[in-house]
């Protein structure tokens, strides 16, 4: 059965920088494309940043570029979302997530098909 958990999610505030981590079991990172995904209080589930198999190839969501840094460590098995220059709109909960591996990362919720419960993040102004 696979499982993915999130962890690192806090209270912090704007300026401040965080560290999620993502950390599989019955799955090996390096075999998947993974990515990020947020969800704020009352909207849409949304696409923060991916990764692919390899860890040659990234992606980020406009609204984060520059400022997120997804990596994985494969020797961990774990994959991690490096946020800096943090926002009071970067609150929501954040959300790994494995996708088959694909040559073209996908930016949407049907390119993955396994989901961690997710981990909050919290940013005050």
């Known amino acids: 059965q696979v499982q993915l958990v999130e962890s690192g999610g806090s209270l912090v505030q704007a300026g401040g920088s965080l560290r999620l981590s993502c950390i599989p079991s019955?799955?090996?990172?390096?075999?998947?494309?993974m990515a990020w995904f947020r969800q704020a209080p009352g909207k849409e589930r949304e696409f923060a940043a991916s990764?692919?198999?390899?860890?040659?190839?990234?992606d980020y969501a406009d609204s984060v570029k520059g400022r997120f840094t997804i990596s994985r460590d494969n020797a961990k098995n774990t994959v991690y979302l490096q946020m800096n220059s943090l926002k009071p709109e970067d609150t929501a909960v954040y959300y790994c997530?494995?996708?088959?591996?694909?040559?073209?990362?996908?930016?949407?919720?049907?390119?993955?098909?396994?989901w961690g419960q997710g981990t909050q993040v919290t940013v005050s102004s």
């Open positions: 997530a494995a996708g088959i591996r694909t040559a073209v990362l996908s930016r949407t919720r049907h390119g993955y098909v396994y």
């Open positions: 019955g799955l090996t990172v390096s075999m998947f494309n």
């Open positions: 990764i692919n198999w390899s860890g040659g190839t990234t």
